[in-house]
């Protein structure tokens, strides 16, 4: 414990330096790889239309109808990303707290650890030392059981300040080291909201996956047939239209998909927020 003063003034420092510029740097990375993954599948949509315009050699200018239907995914792509956007940065806030939280604990352990020494000089504990002597005296020159009794209790329950620095030290360590770990899982659920937010951009895709796999499965002949005879009306029922019908399905799928994203930021906070609170309150009885 000798040079535990030293070691926590380090750490205080540590985490002022590094809180704001790490808060940057991980919204950085989750707006990184989500923008990453974002424009990947909205270029997949709009090659794939391309695709499909040689597919039934149509050579007219669908420059507009191709605008919407990526315009409607865009919109579709940015409901996602703002739900996940603000889990993530609701976590990053509690993550903040806790840092917060673990930087007193922190000065609080480098107070109490620099007033071990006035401990010794202290009213308090010459008044312990007077009455500890005082009782155990009175044991050993009392003939009177229930007097000896009496004192021995009195010893029992004898408060030592030192007792009480030492109690108070190891609870701010071991609430401070609670408040590591919880800031260590969080920092997971930084990465989880990343993960799930690339999942749930696969989720929109699935419905143009679907339609590029039954396109595949048509033979040579069927291929050919429509890029010679399908007409402009055949084109916008089964690729612009189509087209529609899947955006008009993700936007159903979507609106479950956000109140699912929503309960579950909802009840990681309160997870959170009840760990931190179970961590005050062991740390306050430990020091009652």
Request: aromatic letters at 12%; glycine letters at 2%.
């Amino acid at each position: 414990m000798e040079n535990i003063g030293t070691a926590l003034l380090e750490r205080i420092k540590e985490l002022s330096d590094i809180e704001v510029q790490e808060k940057e740097l991980k919204f950085a990375i989750f707006n990184n790889k989500v923008y990453t993954s974002y424009k990947e599948k909205i270029k997949l949509i709009s090659d794939n239309f391309d695709e499909q315009l040689q597919y039934y050699g149509k050579k007219d200018n669908y420059g507009d109808e191709k605008e919407k239907i990526i315009s409607r995914y865009n919109e579709e792509f940015q409901k996602i990303y703002d739900k996940r956007k603000e889990q993530f940065i609701n976590i990053i806030n509690e993550i903040q707290e806790m840092q917060s939280n673990q930087k007193i604990a922190l000065a609080n352990i480098e107070s109490v650890y620099r007033s071990r020494d006035s401990i010794f000089e202290s009213e308090e504990y010459k008044e312990y030392l007077n009455n500890k002597n005082k009782f155990e005296y009175m044991i050993n020159i009392t003939k009177n059981s229930s007097d000896i009794e009496k004192y021995k209790n009195k010893l029992i329950n004898l408060k030592n300040p030192v007792d009480s620095y030492n109690n108070k030290l190891i609870a701010l360590v071991d609430k401070f080291e609670k408040y590591d770990g919880l800031v260590f899982e969080c920092e997971k659920k930084l990465d989880d909201c990343i993960i799930a937010t690339e999942e749930d951009f696969e989720t929109l895709m699935k419905y143009r996956n679907n339609n590029l796999v039954e396109q595949k499965k048509e033979n040579i002949f069927v291929r050919l047939f429509k890029k010679l005879f399908a007409s402009k009306r055949k084109f916008k029922k089964e690729v612009i239209e189509k087209m529609n019908s899947e955006i008009d399905d993700i936007q159903n799928s979507n609106i479950k998909l956000l109140d699912i994203i929503e309960n579950q930021t909802i009840n990681l906070v309160a997870k959170i927020e009840e760990l931190r609170y179970d961590i005050n309150y062991e740390y306050s009885i430990a020091t009652e």
